[in-house]
């Protein structure tokens, strides 16, 4: 069995083995992905456009929850704070101890045409994803993985500044492993996004940036963590607020 290689890029980490990518395709819309709204523990695939108006004034009442204040310094801030990449055994989250790690559960989540190494109804070697970030469709193999990243929507360094830096280190491993905070999505995407927030970094794709906006939220209201200001107003802004 090949070793997963991991890639540290700001809390953001690559899926599978370190090599490169296959390219994306035409644009996604595959009709699975769920509105965040009806997928509040992030156990459904995707992420649905927001576009009726009473859905996205129920995000601009989820992401008004929010509380905020200053973003701290990055010291101390080390990967390792929150357990080793992808473990299985993270307490507090939804498919936790179910014999397969957070990564390959997510791509089961959200890929289709699954193919799986022989042997394994867990370990994935090939999918096609609905990539939300960017509205492309990517054909993924495990021996070129690298177009594929699993996103961290609130990145663990952003989490280090704005607090979880004083949490139990189980809550730590809750946030890194919890579905609900983690999406495949375009390499590309996730390496530009690094440890931004909201105010800093929105998905390419214009039509799913309230969605983004309500996931993030989400996330900080699950783990009673603040965002900045500028932050919660770029939020609230696509949402129409």
């Not at 390792?80 to 990564?103: H, I």
């Not at 360094?157 to 830096?165: C, K, L």
């Not at 983004?212 to 783990?223: C, D, N, P």
């Given at each position: 069995?090949?070793?997963?290689?991991?890639?540290?890029?700001?809390?953001?980490?690559?899926?599978?083995?370190?090599?490169?990518?296959?390219?994306s395709g035409p644009t996604a819309?595959?009709?699975?992905?769920?509105?965040?709204?009806?997928?509040?523990?992030?156990?459904?695939?995707?992420?649905?456009?927001?576009?009726?108006?009473?859905?996205?004034?129920?995000?601009?009442?989820?992401?008004?929850?929010?509380?905020?204040?200053?973003?701290?310094?990055?010291?101390?801030?080390?990967?390792?704070?929150?357990?080793?990449?992808?473990?299985?055994?993270?307490?507090?989250?939804?498919?936790?101890?179910?014999?397969c790690d957070t990564r390959n559960?997510?791509?089961?989540?959200?890929?289709?045409?699954?193919?799986?190494?022989?042997?394994?109804?867990?370990?994935?070697?090939?999918?096609?994803?609905?990539?939300?970030?960017?509205?492309t469709i990517i054909e993924w193999?495990?021996?070129?993985?690298?177009?594929?990243?699993?996103?961290?929507?609130?990145?663990?360094?952003?989490?280090?500044?704005?607090?979880?830096?004083?949490?139990?280190?189980?809550?730590?491993?809750?946030?890194?492993?919890?579905?609900?905070?983690?999406?495949?999505?375009?390499?590309?995407?996730?390496?530009?996004?690094?440890?931004?927030?909201?105010?800093?970094?929105?998905?390419?794709?214009?039509?799913?940036?309230?969605?983004?906006?309500?996931?993030?939220?989400?996330?900080?209201?699950?783990?009673?963590?603040?965002?900045?200001?500028?932050?919660?107003?770029?939020?609230?802004?696509?949402?129409?607020?």
């Amino acid at each position: 069995m090949l070793a997963a290689v991991v890639l540290l890029v700001s809390g953001c980490e690559r899926l599978g083995e370190d090599d490169s990518s296959t390219g994306s395709g035409p644009t996604a819309s595959d009709g699975r992905a769920v509105s965040p709204l009806k997928n509040p523990d992030g156990t459904k695939p995707g992420l649905a456009p927001l576009t009726t108006d009473a859905d996205k004034a129920a995000a601009r009442k989820l992401i008004e929850e929010l509380s905020t204040k200053g973003r701290g310094p990055k010291t101390g801030y080390d990967r390792d704070e929150f357990g080793y990449a992808w473990m299985d055994t993270a307490d507090g989250v939804p498919l936790a101890r179910n014999g397969c790690d957070t990564r390959n559960d997510l791509i089961r989540r959200d890929g289709q045409n699954l193919r799986f190494r022989a042997g394994s109804d867990c370990v994935v070697i090939a999918m096609t994803l609905d990539d939300p970030y960017t509205g492309t469709i990517i054909e993924w193999r495990k021996q070129k993985a690298t177009e594929v990243q699993i996103d961290h929507v609130v990145p663990l360094s952003y989490s280090w500044q704005m607090g979880s830096s004083r949490w139990p280190e189980a809550k730590r491993k809750q946030l890194a492993n919890d579905v609900l905070n983690l999406i495949p999505v375009q390499g590309r995407a996730n390496s530009a996004k690094g440890d931004s927030g909201p105010a800093s970094w929105l998905p390419p794709s214009k039509p799913i940036r309230c969605a983004y906006a309500v996931r993030f939220a989400q996330v900080a209201i699950k783990y009673e963590m603040p965002v900045t200001a500028a932050d919660k107003q770029m939020m609230l802004r696509q949402c129409g607020g």
